[in-house]
């Protein structure tokens, strides 16, 4: 995926849709999905696009090291601390539907596995 690239993460980060933002910071993103699939269901996504974990590059490792810390203070600021789900779909085969890497943040509801 080139940075010219378009997907809906894309509009998200520069504003140009509407989002229910709760973090950012220079490299990250966070905001509510608006198709929930748990009480909690939360999105962080990179600021630099990139594909998914598959086309992730060496260089990437800060960032995809950051975005898991991310993960971390997201879920403690939505009152996570009984605990939450973290996922990150890659492929079809995976589940993926947006090619733009992001990570789910699901929580607030008991979680079952396998998880389908």
């Given amino acids: 995926m080139s940075p010219n690239t378009e997907t809906i ?4 980060i520069r ?3 509407p989002a229910n933002i709760v ?3 220079d490299l990250a993103l966070a905001f509510t999905d608006v198709n929930p699939q748990a009480p909690v269901h939360i999105l962080v996504i990179p600021k630099k696009p990139i594909v998914s974990l598959a086309t992730a590059e060496p260089e990437d490792t800060a960032l995809l090291g950051h975005l898991l810390l991310t993960v971390q203070k997201v879920a403690a600021a939505a009152g996570l601390e009984n605990g ?3 996922v990150m779909n890659t492929g079809a085969d995976g589940g993926q539907t947006v090619y733009y890497l992001h990570i789910h943040i699901l ?3 008991p979680m079952s596995w396998p998880p389908g």
């Fill in 9 to 12: 993460f894309s509009k998200i």
């Fill in 15 to 17: 504003k140009e849709i």
């Fill in 23 to 25: 973090y950012e910071d």
């Fill in 84 to 86: 939450y789900r973290v």
């Fill in 107 to 109: 929580g607030r509801r």
